[in-house]
């Protein structure tokens, strides 16, 4: 069994920042690709960001040279570092592992950022 618990959404003015956790805990022999995708309302989940066990890593253009995923391997954690943040990346994010050809997902974590 494999449990992900993200951290760190909340509130924040337009132009603030952010920094999302998510903790994989379990039957966890190694962990492939990481991501972050995010439900806005109303609207269908997108990705937001990913990373391979290389570090390569891939953004959503809206995140482009705001957000940095990376992730720390010895502590089973991915990070979304989120700057420069607009109104509309207000959305619930979700974390997103792959275990052994197994997806596995966060609960989520809300962030609002007000104008």
């Known amino acids: 069994q494999v449990r992900l618990v993200e951290s760190g959404g909340g509130l924040v003015q337009a132009g603030g920042s952010l920094r999302l956790s998510c903790l994989a805990s379990?039957?966890?022999?190694?962990?492939?690709?990481m991501a972050w995708y995010r439900r806005a309302p109303g609207k269908q989940r997108e990705l937001v960001a990913s990373?391979?066990?290389?570090?390569?890593?891939n953004y959503a253009d809206s995140v482009k040279g705001r957000f940095t995923i990376s992730r720390d391997n010895a502590k089973n954690t991915v990070y979304l570092q989120m700057n420069s943040l607009k109104p509309e990346d207000t959305a619930v994010y979700y974390c997103?592992?792959?275990?052994?050809?197994?997806?596995?997902w966060g609960q989520g974590t809300q962030v609002t950022v007000s104008s």
């Open positions: 997103r592992i792959v275990v052994a050809s197994l997806l596995y």
């Open positions: 379990g039957s966890i022999f190694s962990i492939n690709a």
């Open positions: 990373i391979t066990t290389d570090g390569n890593t």
